[in-house]
Nanobody
Framework: VQLQASGGGLVQAGGSLRLSCVVS????????VGWFRQAPGKEREFVAV????????YYADSVKGRFTISRDNAKNTVYLQMNSLKPEDTAVYYC???????????????WGQGTLVTVSS
């Protein structure tokens, strides 16, 4: 399974970005997909996860109400819509696929390469 994350960039505080994660190589619909982020000097942290059916989502408290995760199984793609961005959202964002909906990185078997999001104040 290969994951390709894209959509990062530089945005001002209060702005929006949409990240995409394209999954290829195996049956996409069987995997839960999560987004994580890692800021310089910090550990990788959970952002959001979506079930393989798309019917269940879960968010970190820090992004709840501002970020929305969704998936299009026909396109093998998971999205992370990020609104009302804050400077503290600055990080490399990674998508990951695995058999469980977990907030822990170790639970995920496959990872994308990451895409950088920079939010200026």
């Amino acid at each position: 399974v290969q994951l390709q994350a894209s959509g990062g960039g530089l945005v001002q505080a209060g702005g929006s970005l949409r990240l995409s994660c394209v999954v290829s190589g195996r049956t996409f619909s069987g995997y839960h997909v999560g987004w994580f982020r890692q800021a310089p000097g910090k550990e990788r942290e959970f952002v959001a996860v979506i079930s393989w059916s798309g019917g269940s989502t879960y968010y970190a408290d820090s992004v709840k109400g501002r970020f929305t995760i969704s998936r299009d199984n026909a396109k093998n793609t998971v999205y992370l819509q990020m609104n009302s961005l804050k400077p503290e959202d600055t990080a490399v964002y990674y998508c990951a696929a695995g058999p469980s909906r977990s907030v822990y990185p170790v639970a995920y078997d496959y990872w994308g390469q990451g895409t950088l999001v920079t939010v200026s104040s």
